[in-house]
């Protein structure tokens, strides 16, 4: 097989290839901006109280409440832990995500690749090779994404199984029990990263899904009706394999997809309901 086969080479490829790494740094980047604005928000809670308040309550072994500058010494500890807390999730709330828009940039590589089988005057021998190739890729795609369930499953079915909660008491907080308007944009920026946690993942656990089944129009977008009949076979090796709905479970209980993050966020509305009426 030719060796130009083993790399993304063409015009359309590369371009593709460039916007998924945009993607993924963009969802880096998008992580580390909410971040960074709630840990900014945190601090000027903290230290912008008029009165000597931590921005956790905790036990300190010092009176911090009579004493401003010992409360903000509380404060300066709680905010280098939640830095500290922020930097290893970084790390984990941004894989799915990242590994998903990778995966999923390579899907539409694949599907503009098969596309254009045909098009070139090339022998037909030549395109079966390409589709063959197809075929490997499509292969290797469909281990590295049970690979990457395998590796997030069980840490994407806490996050769904915590994250209704979460959201339901950080807007409980941020809209009846909050004191002043920084301590509600804390909360707001805080919230915004709770569902950050899961989001992104869901979003690109649907991209990944659609992906997969748009590969089958790729495959009758080439010039299949004029190859020989081992192209024909081999192509319906290829959508036939492709029938089969690939969705990523969190669990083996929960998909990782939007229809689960609007699920999330509609127990998470129902149970401020139920706190609003036992408020009442």
């Not at 790390?91 to 390579?106: E, M, R, S, Y």
């Given at each position: 097989?030719n060796n130009s086969n083993n790399s993304v080479?063409?015009?359309?490829?590369?371009?593709?290839?460039?916007?998924?790494?945009?993607?993924?740094?963009?969802?880096?980047?998008?992580?580390?901006?909410?971040?960074?604005?709630?840990?900014?928000?945190?601090?000027?809670?903290?230290?912008?109280?008029?009165?000597?308040?931590?921005?956790?309550?905790?036990?300190?072994?010092?009176?911090?409440?009579?004493?401003?500058?010992?409360?903000?010494?509380?404060?300066?500890?709680?905010?280098?832990?939640?830095?500290?807390?922020?930097?290893?999730?970084?790390?984990?709330?941004?894989?799915?995500?990242?590994?998903?828009?990778?995966?999923?940039?390579?899907?539409?590589?694949?599907?503009?690749?098969?596309?254009?089988?045909?098009?070139?005057?090339?022998?037909?021998?030549?395109?079966?090779?390409?589709?063959?190739?197809?075929?490997?890729?499509?292969?290797?795609?469909?281990?590295?994404?049970?690979?990457i369930q395998l590796v997030v499953s069980l840490?994407?079915?806490?996050?769904?199984?915590?994250?209704?909660?979460?959201?339901?008491?950080?807007?409980?907080?941020?809209?009846?029990?909050?004191?002043?308007?920084?301590?509600?944009?804390?909360?707001?920026?805080?919230?915004?990263?709770?569902?950050?946690?899961?989001?992104?993942?869901?979003?690109?656990?649907?991209?990944?899904?659609?992906?997969?089944?748009?590969?089958?129009?790729?495959?009758?977008?080439?010039?299949?009706?004029?190859?020989?009949?081992?192209?024909?076979?081999?192509?319906?090796?290829?959508?036939?394999?492709?029938?089969?709905?690939?969705?990523?479970?969190?669990?083996?209980?929960?998909?990782?997809?939007?229809?689960?993050?609007?699920?999330?966020?509609?127990?998470?509305?129902?149970?401020?309901?139920?706190?609003?009426?036992?408020?009442?």
């Amino acid at each position: 097989m030719n060796n130009s086969n083993n790399s993304v080479h063409d015009t359309d490829e590369l371009k593709e290839l460039d916007k998924t790494n945009r993607r993924a740094r963009i969802v880096e980047g998008v992580f580390i901006s909410v971040f960074t604005l709630t840990v900014l928000t945190a601090s000027i809670t903290a230290f912008g109280s008029k009165t000597p308040k931590l921005l956790y309550m905790g036990w300190f072994p010092f009176n911090w409440r009579n004493s401003r500058f010992l409360c903000n010494i509380g404060n300066a500890y709680q905010i280098i832990a939640i830095i500290y807390y922020i930097s290893i999730n970084f790390a984990n709330d941004t894989f799915v995500a990242t590994a998903l828009c990778i995966l999923h940039g390579h899907i539409k590589i694949l599907g503009k690749r098969i596309s254009k089988i045909g098009e070139k005057d090339k022998s037909q021998n030549y395109n079966e090779e390409q589709l063959k190739f197809c075929i490997e890729i499509q292969k290797v795609l469909y281990l590295l994404c049970d690979r990457i369930q395998l590796v997030v499953s069980l840490t994407m079915l806490v996050q769904f199984t915590v994250n209704a909660t979460n959201i339901c008491l950080n807007l409980a907080i941020m809209l009846y029990f909050s004191t002043d308007n920084i301590n509600r944009i804390f909360y707001f920026f805080y919230l915004f990263a709770v569902s950050l946690q899961t989001f992104p993942a869901c979003y690109y656990g649907s991209k990944v899904e659609h992906g997969f089944e748009q590969l089958r129009h790729a495959a009758f977008q080439s010039e299949w009706i004029q190859q020989n009949r081992n192209y024909k076979t081999c192509m319906i090796i290829f959508t036939e394999r492709v029938l089969k709905k690939r969705t990523l479970i969190a669990g083996r209980l929960l998909p990782i997809h939007l229809d689960t993050f609007f699920s999330i966020c509609k127990g998470a509305y129902s149970m401020l309901a139920m706190i609003i009426k036992l408020k009442k």
